[in-house]
């Protein structure tokens, strides 16, 4: 059912109680925290906004980091209150906590339209327990709940979904922001139903991780292109040798099924054709995390077996031209999880192609395309094409689980129009 958003209330003079999805990075600089990357406030901004013209009193709620329920000075949010002040061009006030009684005097000195920051809500073990006594203290400021921060609406905790409760027992209603109410749109109802052809591209490194996906989106789609390290697992099910590639063994039968189930409904279901492999080189370094770094050598396109000696990255470029062909005769596309490791350039041409095919249906087509995940939406960010789809999701690990079918916490606990 659709969710009450910020547009439908009347809110002048209440407290709106505001989870923003803050988790900003940060770097530490002549020992001074400084926010490296503001996108994640600056989204946030035409929510703030309206809210300010509808004469609310902000009170702004979120997490940074994992500071495991202590006061970690490093992962507080204060520099972010000076960026946000800055940035919406009216004063912010900062909290230095997010419950009790100085939350309760910097509110109850709030004029309509003025804006507090609270720090750090997981300086608080209560917050990821979702403990209810510690919900009834944040929502001892709140009249009013909005959710904005799609990207942890996934997990049940007490500012995504407890204080929500405690506000609707109270009669309060609780809404989706802006960025919430795109995330439910284009994710949700749009893929819903589709304007059809629809094509789905998934890629990403494991046949495990998009299972779930795969089947509920082969209900709907009309094409499933098959990248990314995932492939693999789908051809060593076909018997085709895959050497030293990133594989699934255990789930074989997973990949086989899903073809299945794709004939069954006549869905168009393409693996690659060729494969883009490199013979790993231990470097006889280690990395950061102590694991030992690989060079790779000998870059090349095969078609069939991989040889023992080799590696595969990503999809071959006549496999991209095949999958660029077909999502220009795309109306919806969806993508989730690149076409090969693109981190790296030496494997990032084959999601280049597919990322410009999916520009151009968009641009030139008047296709919507649709494109979930956190490193696919870095792909297209890299490829310089984001601003050449029609929605880019900023919910990660939320918008993976939201398209594989399941009720998020976070948007359950919103009130229904
Ligand atoms: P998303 O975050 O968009 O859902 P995933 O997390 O599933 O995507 O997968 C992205 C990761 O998969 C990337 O870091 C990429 O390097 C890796 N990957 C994709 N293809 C390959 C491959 N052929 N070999 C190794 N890693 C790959
Ligand atoms: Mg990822």
């Known amino acids: 059912m659709a969710k009450l958003t910020v547009r439908d209330l009347d809110v002048r003079g209440q407290r709106v109680f505001l989870r923003v999805d803050y988790n900003v990075p940060l770097e530490e600089k002549d020992g001074k925290m400084v926010i490296t990357d503001a996108t994640r406030i600056v989204e946030t901004l035409p929510t703030l906004k309206l809210l300010i013209e509808k004469g609310g009193k902000l009170i702004l709620t979120a997490h940074l980091g994992r500071p495991k329920g202590k006061r970690e000075a490093t992962m507080s949010l204060q520099p972010v209150a000076v960026k946000l002040s800055e940035l919406l061009g009216r004063p912010v006030t900062f909290v230095d906590d997010c419950v009790g009684v100085k939350v309760e005097q910097a509110v109850a000195a709030m004029k309509d ?13 209560e917050e990821e327990k979702n403990d209810p006594a510690f919900a009834e203290k944040l929502a001892k400021v709140a009249d009013v709940y909005v959710n904005d921060a799609f990207g942890a609406a996934h997990r049940a905790h007490a500012s995504t979904e407890g204080v929500a409760r405690v506000v609707a027992k109270r009669g309060g209603k609780c809404a989706a922001g802006l960025l919430m ?73 997973t990949a086989l099924d899903a073809e299945t189930k794709a004939k069954k409904l006549k869905v168009n279901f393409q693996l690659p054709v060729d494969v883009v492999v490199a013979t790993p080189v231990d470097t006889g370094k280690l990395n950061k995390k102590g694991k030992p770094v690989f060079d790779f050598t000998n870059v090349r396109t095969v078609s069939g077996d991989i040889p023992d ?59 919507k395309s649709i494109i979930g995940g956190g490193d696919s939406v ?33 948007v359950a606990a919103l009130s229904d129009k």
């Open 113 to 125: 339209g003025d804006v507090v920051l609270l720090e750090n809500v997981r300086y608080y073990n």
């Open 181 to 253: 109410e795109r995330e439910l749109k284009f994710l949700g109802d749009e893929l819903e139903k589709p304007a059809h052809p629809f094509v789905v591209i998934l890629g990403g490194a494991k046949v495990s991780d998009k299972i779930k996906v795969i089947d509920r989106l082969l209900e709907k789609a009309d094409t499933i292109l098959i990248g990314g390290a995932m492939a693999y697992t789908f051809m060593l099910a076909h018997g085709v040798k895959t050497g030293k590639s990133l594989v699934e063994p255990d789930h074989k039968q």
């Open 309 to 367: 000696d080799a590696e595969g990255f990503g999809i071959g470029e006549k496999t991209a031209a095949r999958y660029a062909e077909i999502i220009k005769g795309a109306k919806t596309i969806l993508w989730n999880g690149p076409m090969g490791m693109f981190e790296d350039p030496r494997f990032a041409t084959s999601t280049n192609i597919v990322a410009q095919a999916v520009a151009d249906a968009t641009q030139k087509h008047g296709a």
């Open 378 to 410: 870095k792909a297209l960010k890299k490829a310089k094409l984001g601003d050449q789809v029609t929605f880019m999701s900023t919910g990660g690990g939320a918008s993976l689980e939201f398209l594989e079918g399941a009720v998020l916490p976070g």
